[in-house]
């Protein structure tokens, strides 16, 4: 039986986590949620698992030292960290990059400090079977030529243009550092862009899904050709579960769907599945066209396109992305057509004052 300690699990992909490793394991494991309940993070993603006796929720700042070695301290039985807590969007790390850097670096070495601290025997080596599993981003690699047929891999040298990626790859060579230097127990993993349920509506999917619901523009940046790959976030999940329990320790493992697309067929893809499930008489489906496309001011420094090869986590762990696009999108509108109250409770206050600095559509 593991003990998880997860950082960030209030915010998208780290409560899709806990959702998924308390399915599949139930009460074989007890999960610890660190978080510290920004913008990003919400309690309401983890209705259904708080009542579960394994799962404890402590509400803390990664980059208070004090606090994540009481935690440590108070739970000796952590043998396992997932570390999702970061500031993740782009456009927030434009306008205000310091906070990226106190978090996500800041925040990492704090990580990696305390777990080692918990984790190392007097003789310098590690207690057996205890790993820490570091969650990135494939923006650390840069950004690839346009009609590119180029992958990035384990092996790609870093690259990263924005103060979000700059930050998630200083996080990673500290991984790599304390992985290299003591030898601790450790994992990293670049991931593609992911979607599904619990995205914050600041993200590409599902802003536009918001938007065309209330019949409001869809601010496609730039030409709108920028390419990314989009994985269905419990194909990552399930990526995260298969390293962290078999994963060689010190690899890097590359996960992506090799599901590249431009932000423009996204969001046509977006307005072309909303018609399809908007029942005939709701009200809402006169408005979801698309002439609601709107070109605006393209993101400065904006990486023209992401590509992922997965070949490495593949051939090693036989993880492969399960859910189709087509399939994966239709069930994430289904899951925002069944939480209309949850997205009116993260849109409401804060959110429609950034959305108004940030879009004069
Ligand atoms: P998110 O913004 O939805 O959630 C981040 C969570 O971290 C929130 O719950 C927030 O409250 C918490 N947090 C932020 N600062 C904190 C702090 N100082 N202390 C404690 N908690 C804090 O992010 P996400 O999209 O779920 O991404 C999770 C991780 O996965 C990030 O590390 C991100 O870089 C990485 N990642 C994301 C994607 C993606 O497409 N979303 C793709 C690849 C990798
Ligand atoms: P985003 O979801 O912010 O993810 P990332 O920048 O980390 O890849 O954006 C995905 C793509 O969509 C990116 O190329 C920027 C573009 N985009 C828009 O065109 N309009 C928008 O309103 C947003 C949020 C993103």
């Given at each position: 039986?593991?003990?998880?300690?997860?950082?960030?699990?209030?915010?998208?992909?780290?409560?899709?986590?806990?959702h998924?490793?308390?399915?599949?394991?139930?009460?074989?494991?007890?999960?610890?949620?660190?978080?510290?309940?920004?913008?990003?993070?919400?309690?309401?993603?983890l209705k259904g698992v708080e009542d579960?006796?394994?799962?404890?929720?402590?509400?803390?700042?990664?980059?208070?030292?004090?606090?994540?070695?009481?935690?440590?301290?108070?739970?000796?039985?952590?043998?396992?960290?997932?570390?999702?807590?970061?500031?993740?969007?782009?456009?927030?790390?434009?306008?205000?990059?310091?906070?990226?850097?106190?978090?996500?670096?800041?925040?990492?070495?704090?990580?990696?400090?305390?777990?080692?601290?918990?984790?190392?025997?007097?003789?310098?080596?590690?207690?057996?079977?205890?790993?820490?599993?570091?969650?990135?981003?494939?923006?650390?690699?840069?950004?690839?030529?346009?009609?590119?047929?180029?992958?990035?891999?384990?092996?790609?040298?870093?690259?990263?243009?924005?103060?979000?990626?700059?930050?998630?790859?200083?996080?990673?060579?500290?991984?790599?550092?304390?992985?290299?230097?003591?030898?601790?127990?450790?994992?990293?993993?670049?991931?593609?862009?992911?979607?599904?349920?619990?995205?914050?509506?600041?993200?590409?999917?599902?802003?536009?899904?918001?938007?065309?619901?209330?019949?409001?523009?869809?601010?496609?940046?730039?030409?709108?050709?920028?390419?990314?790959?989009?994985?269905?976030?419990?194909?990552?999940?399930?990526?995260?579960?298969?390293?962290?329990?078999?994963?060689?320790?010190?690899?890097?493992?590359?996960?992506?769907?090799?599901?590249?697309?431009?932000?423009?067929?996204?969001?046509?893809?977006?307005?072309?599945?909303?018609?399809?499930?908007?029942?005939?008489?709701?009200?809402?489906?006169?408005?979801?066209?698309?002439?609601?496309?709107?070109?605006?001011?393209?993101?400065?420094?904006?990486?023209?396109?992401?590509?992922?090869?997965?070949?490495?986590?593949?051939?090693?762990?036989?993880?492969?992305?399960?859910?189709?696009?087509?399939?994966?999108?239709?069930?994430?509108?289904?899951?925002?057509?069944?939480?209309?109250?949850?997205?009116?409770?993260?849109?409401?206050?804060?959110?429609?004052?950034?959305?108004?600095?940030?879009?004069?559509?």
């Amino acid at each position: 039986m593991h003990t998880y300690l997860v950082t960030g699990g209030a915010g998208f992909i780290g409560s899709n986590f806990v959702h998924y490793m308390f399915d599949k394991y139930g009460d074989d494991i007890r999960i610890i949620n660190v978080d510290a309940l920004t913008y990003a993070g919400n309690l309401e993603n983890l209705k259904g698992v708080e009542d579960k006796a394994g799962y404890t929720f402590i509400k803390a700042d990664i980059t208070d030292k004090e606090a994540i070695e009481k935690i440590f301290m108070n739970n000796p039985d952590i043998d396992r960290v997932v570390h999702f807590a970061a500031e993740s969007h782009v456009d927030r790390s434009i306008r205000n990059p310091e906070v990226f850097v106190q978090t996500n670096v800041l925040g990492t070495a704090v990580m990696l400090n305390c777990a080692k601290a918990a984790w190392e025997n007097s003789d310098g080596t590690f207690k057996e079977d205890h790993r820490f599993l570091h969650v990135s981003t494939d923006e650390v690699y840069g950004s690839l030529p346009d009609d590119d047929n180029a992958f990035f891999y384990e092996t790609t040298p870093y690259d990263p243009h924005s103060p979000y990626s700059a930050s998630k790859a200083s996080s990673d060579m500290l991984v790599k550092a304390y992985m290299d230097t003591y030898k601790f127990p450790a994992n990293i993993t670049n991931c593609s862009n992911n979607y599904g349920p619990y995205q914050f509506p600041e993200k590409l999917i599902p802003l536009m899904i918001n938007n065309a619901l209330q019949g409001k523009k869809l601010p496609v940046y730039g030409d709108g050709k920028n390419v990314r790959d989009w994985l269905y976030v419990e194909d990552h999940c399930k990526a995260i579960d298969l390293v962290i329990n078999k994963g060689r320790l010190f690899e890097t493992y590359n996960i992506g769907g090799h599901n590249e697309k431009r932000n423009i067929e996204i969001v046509t893809i977006i307005i072309e599945t909303l018609q399809d499930m908007l029942d005939d008489s709701d009200p809402r489906k006169a408005n979801v066209t698309k002439d609601l496309i709107t070109y605006v001011e393209d993101r400065k420094g904006h990486d023209r396109r992401y590509a992922i090869a997965p070949d490495k986590i593949k051939s090693e762990l036989g993880w492969e992305p399960e859910t189709m696009f087509a399939q994966g999108i239709r069930k994430t509108i289904a899951w925002y057509f069944d939480h209309e109250d949850w997205m009116k409770n993260v849109t409401s206050g804060d959110y429609q004052k950034y959305y108004d600095s940030m879009y004069s559509v």
